[in-house]
């Protein structure tokens, strides 16, 4: 089998091949590990290789199952971290000067559980300072690139974790999404991004950009990595305050249910918000739709309140930001990035009444959300309104004018995912996005499994990557 195929895998298709014997976990830590050391100076997708960890890990996971000792279908799985998940021993830094020599004591719970699911920690992965939006230009690490075409932003802030499963340098990835982190570099990488309930997954070690918002979550090749991904991850965690004590559904059971007789809604209303949605995404979500419908599908026109959460997330994110970087604003400003030190700057500007307005604007876009998905199953919508965009010229208020289609599932918490739905004519990948009710991920999965098995785009790989 060619070391390109075996990087491609799915993670179901890998525990096969470990179970049978036709191939190790070291044999396929060895085969990302090799591919990270010759492709990733293209797109800068880690921070830190943990090379001979990883190995150790493989061997182990290897030793493990031939004794008949299985720990599921991560075990010896190779698999990222963004750098803000606490690592114990591990340098993490958030991709910043603040934290550049910090290695916890700890890991993440997240991190915990994934060990304890046997997988293989390949390294760390960039992101956008501090999970803020945009990029720091003097940030102490340089920007994760697109693989599709590395003079290409492949979204933030999960931006290394994209690019990394993109081009096929892990098979999975962590990734935390505040207002679009996962969900906008699985579609601007053609992978699959999914955002969880809020408190699904533990986000206890987890760097917070804002404790309000923050969810964890998987980025995978395809739904089914994302589901088991999640099956591992989800729980409740008694050290998270946000973590919710709700049973975990059997994510793998419900994935091939069918969606024949489901009822999707779609926020047409929102589309020609602002300079609204450029004109191949769109062309590419109606065929999606068309997709959806010939599964069996009903769709129905609704609306939903984008703008209230648009406005109640700023207030939200920018304040709790501005709690967790407080003591660096006042003791050592200079060690924060040049997009990070202005948009703190920025949030001292609210004061109490700001933060309890909008923590009511939220809960009114909480009970709206509630009563909207008592009349459908779930949502669909572009994922980001439009394709990747360069990093030559790229300017943020551009982008920032167009509809925003993710912060509203951050808002609400309910869970989101974004699959691949198409090209542009340049080989850019564009992404749908699927929400459902609060804690029925299943149905989500269920919704994007039936899409993505009647089309073909999760099959593609970047040009680039996909040779040896």
């Not at 003079?151 to 999404?177: F, I, T």
Request: proline share 7%; aromatic share 6%.
């Amino acid at each position: 089998m060619e070391s390109v195929d075996v990087a491609y895998l799915s993670i179901a298709e890998a525990g096969a091949l470990f179970r049978s014997k036709r191939l190790s976990p070291v044999e396929l830590t060895q085969t990302y590990l090799a591919r990270i050391e010759r492709l990733d100076p293209l797109i800068q997708s880690f921070l830190l290789v943990t090379g001979d960890e990883a190995i150790a890990q493989a061997k182990v996971a290897e030793a493990e199952l031939s004794k008949g000792i299985d720990r599921g279908p991560l075990h010896g799985i190779p698999i990222g971290l963004k750098d803000l998940f606490a690592t114990k021993g591990i340098r993490t830094t958030a991709q910043s000067r603040a934290l550049i020599e910090w290695v916890p004591d700890e890991d993440a719970a997240v991190v915990s559980r994934l060990k304890e699911a046997g997988t293989v920690l390949l390294g760390k992965l960039a992101l956008q300072e501090f999970a803020m939006p945009n990029i720091s230009s003097d940030s102490p690490f340089p920007p994760a690139r697109n693989p599709w075409n590395p003079d290409y932003r492949p979204g933030g802030s999960s931006s290394g974790s994209g690019a990394a499963v993109a081009g096929g340098l892990c098979m999975a990835a962590l990734g935390s999404d505040t207002g679009a982190s996962i969900r906008s570099p699985a579609s601007q990488c053609g992978i699959v991004g999914l955002k969880p309930t809020y408190g699904r997954v533990s986000c206890d070690g987890v760097i917070p950009l804002s404790w309000s918002l923050d969810h964890v979550g998987p980025l995978g090749r395809n739904v089914r990595d994302c589901a088991l991904m999640l099956q591992a991850m989800a729980g409740f965690d008694p050290h998270d305050y946000g973590s919710a004590n709700q049973p975990v559904d059997d994510y793998l059971g419900m994935l091939d249910s069918g969606v024949r007789g489901l009822r999707v809604g779609v926020t047409r209303h929102w589309f020609n918000e602002g300079e609204g949605v450029d004109g191949e995404v769109m062309k590419a979500f109606e065929a999606a739709i068309q997709t959806l419908k010939d599964s069996g599908i009903e769709i129905a026109d609704v609306q939903a309140p984008f703008d209230d959460a648009r406005r109640a997330s700023g207030v939200i994110f920018g304040a709790d930001a501005l709690a967790y970087h407080k003591k660096t604003l006042e003791t050592a400003p200079e060690l924060l990035g040049d997009n990070v030190l202005p948009r703190l700057r920025d949030a001292e500007g609210f004061n109490a009444t700001d933060y309890i307005e909008a923590q009511r604007l939220k809960g009114s876009v909480v009970s709206q959300m509630r009563e909207l998905l008592t009349t459908v199953d779930g949502l669909v919508m572009p994922t980001v309104a439009t394709p990747p965009a360069l990093f030559e010229g790229y300017d943020p208020q551009s982008r920032a004018s167009r509809p925003q289609f993710t912060s509203l599932f951050n808002v609400s918490g309910l869970p989101a995912i974004s699959v691949p739905c198409g090209f542009t004519q340049d080989g850019l990948p564009i992404g749908l996005q699927i929400a459902g009710q609060l804690f029925n991920e299943a149905m989500v999965l269920r919704i994007a499994q039936a899409y993505e098995q009647a089309t073909p785009w999760h099959t593609q790989r970047p040009p680039l990557f996909d040779r040896d």
